[in-house]
């Protein structure tokens, strides 16, 4: 399937990237008659050596194949770093792709065994931050990592999620920029558009940071969070890539009380899941009721 015509993914790209560049990260005076906050079209072409013409083709879309030379000569100038330089070059890319088909991600066994075994929460993650499987403590970590939750639809549609992150603004803009660079310019992926359309139409905050363009690889990170039963944690979060999934693990800081606290929640988590246990065993739950025939 060939990239639909209206799409100008370089431009959207080029123009997101130039509104975050000030003139003084270039050397530039910033002047008192400025009507953008980042760089103007002309001083772009000029820094990278291109013709404003050619550099306002681009932008609109009337060029989408500028050669490998001119968009690292425009990274340079954008300041990207270089995952985004290469998010960059893909965009300039244009051999036709294949049609992405729905497909529905599977967690091997053995990786079902490894959460179990497991002491602190973790959870394996799909391509678009679907919780596929999660361990008992990872669930009383928060409920929100249970299998069937989004991420990004926690992380920025629920107030409960708002409440348990600390830094809830850092943690949207690091995993917008991840889902990012996890799609690219994927047009084919049908899960990722309309994912893509549901949060910009439900939450201000994905339009701003998805219209930032900004992309980060997975990588680990910490994170303070706030849990209504145990209170304040300090975590560090791992995301290790394991067979096209993302196994996402929590574990503690040494120093300070985050340690007992997960202990807490672990005890809590066993005790939950030992309700319908005895000896090992698993006991079935009370009869549910029969629901009456229809005619």
């Known amino acids: 399937m060939e990239r639909p015509p209206a799409a100008n993914r370089l431009g959207e790209y080029l123009i997101a990237r130039r509104g975050l560049v000030t003139p003084e990260r270039v050397g530039l005076p ?21 013709s404003l013409d050619y550099y306002m083709r681009l932008e609109r879309g009337r060029d989408d194949h500028p050669s490998p030379q001119v968009l690292e000569s425009l990274a340079g100038v954008l300041q990207l770093d270089d995952v985004e330089k290469e998010y960059l070059l893909g965009l300039g890319d244009h051999r036709p792709r294949a049609r992405r088909n729905r497909t529905v991600e599977r967690v091997p066994a053995r990786l079902h065994q490894l959460l179990a075994t497991l002491e602190v929460p973790a959870f394996i993650e799909g391509r678009h931050f679907d919780v596929l499987a999660s361990n008992a403590i990872a669930r009383a970590f928060s409920p929100r990592l249970a299998p069937g939750h989004n991420r990004l639809r926690s992380l920025l ?16 803009a690091d995993a917008v920029a991840s889902f990012r660079h996890l799609v690219g310019d994927d047009v084919t992926d049908v899960r990722a558009i309309e994912l893509v359309g549901e949060l910009s139409l439900a939450s201000a905050r994905f339009r701003t940071l998805w219209a930032r363009q900004d992309v980060r690889e997975l990588s680990g990170n910490s994170a303070v969070v706030h849990h209504p039963s145990v209170g304040t944690m300090r975590m560090h979060r791992e995301k290790l890539p394991v067979d096209g999934l993302v196994l996402v693990v929590y574990h503690p800081e040494v120093d300070g009380d985050s340690a007992e606290k997960l202990r807490l929640l672990a005890s809590l988590a066993a005790g939950r899941d030992g309700d319908h246990r005895t000896n090992g065993r698993r006991v079935a739950g009370p009869p549910r009721a029969s629901r009456p025939s229809r005619s």
């Open 30 to 50: 910033s002047g008192p008659n400025r009507r953008v906050p980042g760089l103007r079209r002309e001083e772009v072409a000029l820094l990278a050596g291109i």
């Open 157 to 172: 549609l629920d107030p409960e999620e708002r409440a348990f992150q600390s830094e809830w603004e850092r943690a949207t």
